[in-house]
DNA sequence: ATGAAAGCGCTAACAA
DNA sequence: TTGTTAGCGCTTTCAT
């Protein structure tokens, strides 16, 4: 009680607890040689102390901090927060922090935000890049463990989280094609390193015996207004389609509105599929028929796959499978 | 081109500048006491050998990090994302990086997000606190610069940025009763710390003479299941009711979802008013009329505040006032 | 205007 | 099992 709001450090608790201040550290650590009766010690002179050791020295000799990256393209994107909430709780569970980097699928953005993390230290990345290349996303792996979501490895030591794209626009087109829907168009997000969803829509109309599937796909940005024009364009270019299938959720309502501004409704004329599920989704009227991904599990597993990685294994590739929930508007 | 990875330190660059490591230092902080034509060549040194300063090292001598932290109650409410988009941006502009700290408005949580942050030696933070007291708050904001969103300030350190949530209570109170609605009802969040809502209606009631005002407000957890069942509540004690306010537009869905699963419809016997303007809430049928905030503008401002004290400015406490938008639900 | 010395708090390597 | 020695990269005195 000597008084002052000076920092408790490792060399008060060795003091206190009548140990060098080496022995503190292999006691806070779980270093081994340690005797269980110095161990119990010392860490009960930690707690008398409160004493918080200083991440800023420890850092300096590990050159590792106890806080992991997530760079995602917009925060405010309703697929994002979801997939974030699972981040922190999984983080959080394992004593990490994490610093968000929101880049707006910006290639600039998204190299300073490496950048970034590599000069604070971070002890892991886990990243939604759109628009950084593959070579640059190697580049990152090798400074730091890294853990990329939605995209195909850009390099063995970079580990990935996806959902099955392919599947997801199967069942999407799929569940169209059995409704009797003939015809279908794509609504694509005009998202750079995303092929997957247009692929397999080209893929399934193909083998289906669609004329012209490529024709058939129009892209613009991910977002409500967006998805409206893009519905507009598709059905101005294709007005026999009947079946229509959007990158997101937020160009599938957008789709959803376009329609009802021209009288028509979706899930009666037309049917709209979405993919993501987000919140809103389920709310609107008509309730949009989407794949849906467990976001919340998405952002776990990067943690745990990153958390992996931290521990020295070797770099994982897991895969979410997706399902349908069919509603209102298809 | 000696090669290797190894970190390029304040030391390299002094001795490619054919300076001293002080000197390095001066230049790079812009500190006085250094000619303007060293000073332009250590920074070109700098630019030269891609020189980034160490955080730790910094920190260490600093005991301050190039971070500030936010805290708020649940990312995946959609009030939130839009907030953190607007620090994000906020932050960024000023080359902070930000830490995100998800409690769900627990106590515990809350605390510990407080201990984290300064233990990681940010810079300051900002904070949405729904369940930490005022003296926990105050100590808090004695350790580190503090900025508390949507709260009163607990001490003269903190600052504050608040939305008027007395003037949005009136603008939605008397809208229900300019279109005819003469007893009203509102629909709280049951959220520790905020009573300036549930207190506005109530006055505003009292003042126009509804009898009994305090019976006429049912408290839920703010989400939209919520919602839906205070209504139910709401109307079960008060079959008059034709007008109700709810503490955020989750709750509003909820209650719309409600009506219309009893067969009526928000906007037509009833009138439904909610809190914030969420994406979503355009987007509904019918879209909802409820008070709008600027939560972007929340967000930039938030930061703006906590750099201002960062500058070593006194607290500052600032107003953002709402808006109404009246759409088809009111 | 510049440089030299000191030390922030911690952990890795080695010695005892 | 424990302690000692060194030093991570930077900024802050203080001297020049």
Redesign the interface.
């Known amino acids: 009680m000597t008084g002052g709001s000076v920092r408790v450090t490792i060399d008060d608790v060795a003091r206190a607890a009548g140990v060098s201040r080496q022995t503190v550290s292999r006691a806070m650590n779980d270093k081994g040689d340690i005797s269980e009766a110095t161990r119990r010690r010392v860490l009960a002179t930690i707690e008398e102390l409160d004493y918080?050791?200083?991440?800023?020295?420890r850092?300096?000799r590990t050159?590792r901090?106890?806080?992991v990256a997530l760079v995602l393209p917009?925060?405010?994107n309703?697929f994002?927060?979801?997939v974030?909430?699972g981040v922190?709780?999984a983080a959080?569970a394992r004593g990490l922090?994490?610093?968000?980097?929101?880049t707006d699928a910006d290639a600039g953005a998204e190299a300073e935000a490496g950048?970034?993390i590599v000069?604070?230290?971070a002890a892991g990345a886990i990243g939604f890049f759109e628009a950084l290349d593959d070579a640059a996303l190697a580049a990152l792996g090798r400074r730091i463990p890294l853990v990329v979501a939605d995209r195909p490895a850009p390099d063995g030591a970079v580990a990935t989280v996806r959902t099955d794209f392919r599947a997801g626009t199967r069942l999407a087109c799929g569940h169209l094609s059995s409704r009797g829907h003939a015809r279908l168009g794509m609504l694509d997000g005009a998202v750079q390193n995303k092929p997957e969803r247009r692929r397999a829509f080209l893929e399934v109309l193909g083998a289906a015996g669609q004329p012209d599937p490529a024709d058939h796909v129009v892209a613009g940005p991910p977002t409500?207004a967006g998805g409206a024009a893009a519905l507009r364009h598709l059905l101005a270019r294709h007005p026999g389609v009947t079946g229509v299938f959007a990158f997101n959720d937020l160009l599938a309502?957008g789709a959803v509105?376009a329609l009802r501004a021209a009288g028509r409704r979706a899930g009666e004329q037309i049917a709209v599929v979405g993919y993501d599920d987000i919140?809103?989704a389920a709310?609107?009227?008509p309730p949009l028929t989407t794949v849906h991904t467990d976001k919340y599990e998405l952002g776990r597993t990067l943690v745990e796959v990153l958390a992996h990685r931290l521990d020295g294994h070797p770099a994982e590739h897991r895969t979410l499978a997706p399902r349908l929930v069919i509603r209102g508007s298809a």
């Not at 922090?97 to 929101?102: A, E, I, L, R, T």
């Open positions: 918080r050791p200083s991440a800023f020295a850092g300096m050159q901090a106890g806080t917009d925060i405010a309703p994002f927060p979801a974030a909430r922190f709780d959080a922090s994490v610093v968000v980097h929101n950048r970034a000069d604070a230290g409500v309502i509105q919140t809103m709310l609107l009227d």
